[in-house]
């Protein structure tokens, strides 16, 4: 069984930095495009970045130049760096990835049970 485990949430002030994690464990062949998506209270869950194979990255505008996405393929796990935290950055940040888990088949969507970012002003 495949399962997508972040780490690296919590309260912060305003300014302040955290990272994300996103470990990849169980069996599977390989892993494609990844993602960090976030939600906050009353609002849509909305693509914070994302990260191909090959590490091409896209960022969101509202985050670009605070945030970083990067990703370790030797150990299966995404990252996302967060500097100059700001309140509207408060949210459930969830990784998002595909996933072959045989060689032939079809990727698999799979999700991360979320984080929680709180940034306090």
């Known amino acids: 069984q495949v399962q997508l485990v972040e780490s690296g949430g919590g309260l912060v002030q305003t300014g302040g930095s955290l990272r994300l994690s996103c470990a990849a464990s169980g069996r599977f062949f390989t892993i494609n495009a990844m993602a960090w998506y976030r939600q906050a209270p009353r609002k849509q869950r909305e693509l914070v970045a994302s990260i191909t194979s090959g590490g091409s990255t896209n960022i969101a505008d509202s985050v670009k130049g605070r945030f970083t996405i990067s990703r370790d393929n030797a150990k299966n796990t995404m990252y996302l760096q967060m500097n100059s935290l700001e309140p509207v950055d408060t949210a459930v940040y969830s990784c998002?990835?595909?996933?072959?888990?045989?060689?032939?088949?079809?990727?698999?969507?799979?999700w991360g049970q979320g984080t929680q970012v709180t940034v306090s002003s």
């Open positions: 998002f990835a595909q996933i072959h888990t045989t060689e032939l088949g079809s990727a698999s969507a799979y």
